[in-house]
């Protein structure tokens, strides 16, 4: 459920908690009839999450366009993230007949890299009740259908306030993330004709356009796993911000590599002493 009835009374939405389960109840049935819109109301507009999280963790909410064919399988994922996951939205954005975007609220990097995501969970969930989502006539998923990451640190939103644009670090992350090929793309991403993956600031957070939507629990455990390297990269120009361009990008997100190495690093060679005429 994207909030509690309780959370609209405190913010101010509503008057009452019968008001507030109305308007809630609504808005459901607008998803259960795939026309709800998108980008509606987010619950972190609402509710102050970031008091949830630990404020000494990197933060990490994932986006899932994803989709069904068929009805029952929609209305069952449906009342699955309604019901079972806390302030999760259901945009109609993906792909099949009943297209759904799941936005899920920020959690702990340390819950998710657990094993404990939220996007894990629904993945899971679909797995466990024989549940296929929308099929392309090439591709089990589009290309251009896919798994976005928010990503918040500590240092990012200390120095943040709030400011949306370019960054010296996102500048820097996004420079290493374009330096890897075609064929590393889609070993990590699992796609590269759409989006060769980038980053926007979003004031606390940047978000970043990376993966494809293969709802299979070993893509998942791959996006978890770049999403993981991805922080070791941010954190790494956080600390060294003078530092030149990422040389060996591909290392660093596929887990081959746990050092950031930057221009001049690469095959470095020590200087020869050259003997002094006489």
């Known amino acids: 459920m994207y909030v509690q009835p309780q959370d609209l009374v405190d913010a101010g939405r509503c008057k009452s908690l019968d008001a507030a389960q109305q308007q809630i109840d609504a808005k459901f049935q607008r ?53 079972k996951q806390d302030y999760t939205c259901i945009d109609r954005e993906g792909t099949g007949k009943y ?28 797995a466990d009740n024989d549940m296929v989502p929308a099929k392309n006539p090439t591709t089990f998923s589009r290309r251009d259908v896919g798994i976005h990451v928010n990503i918040s640190t500590p240092k990012k939103r200390k120095s943040s306030d709030g400011y949306w644009g370019a960054d010296p670090v996102l500048n820097k992350v996004n420079k290493a993330l374009s330096s890897i090929t075609r064929d590393q793309h889609d070993e990590l991403y699992g796609r590269h004709d759409m989006h060769w993956g980038y980053g926007n600031n979003r004031g606390k957070y940047w978000e970043f356009k990376l993966f494809r939507s293969l709802p299979t629990l070993d893509r998942i455990t791959t996006v978890e796993t770049v999403t993981k390297n991805l922080l070791k ?35 470095k060679k020590p200087a020869v002493k050259r003997a002094q005429k006489v």
Not at 110 to 121: K, P, Y
Request: hydrophobic share 35%; with cysteine.
């Open 233 to 267: 990269l941010i954190h790494y120009y956080e600390d060294n911000p003078t530092a030149g361009d990422c040389t060996n990008a591909y290392d660093v997100l596929s887990g081959k590599s746990n050092r950031v190495m930057t221009g001049g690093e690469v095959n």
């Open 99 to 126: 297209p759904m975007e799941i936005v899920y609220s920020p959690q702990n990097a340390a819950e998710v890299f657990a094993g404990n995501g939220l996007l894990r969970a629904t993945v899971q969930f679909f």
């Open 31 to 83: 998803i259960l009839n795939n026309t709800q819109g998108n980008k509606d109301d987010r619950p972190w507009g609402i509710v102050q999450l970031d008091k949830r999280l630990d404020p000494k963790d990197d933060w990490v909410g994932y986006e899932f366009e994803t989709g069904f064919d068929k009805k029952e399988d929609y209305h069952r994922a449906c009342n699955y993230l309604w019901f």
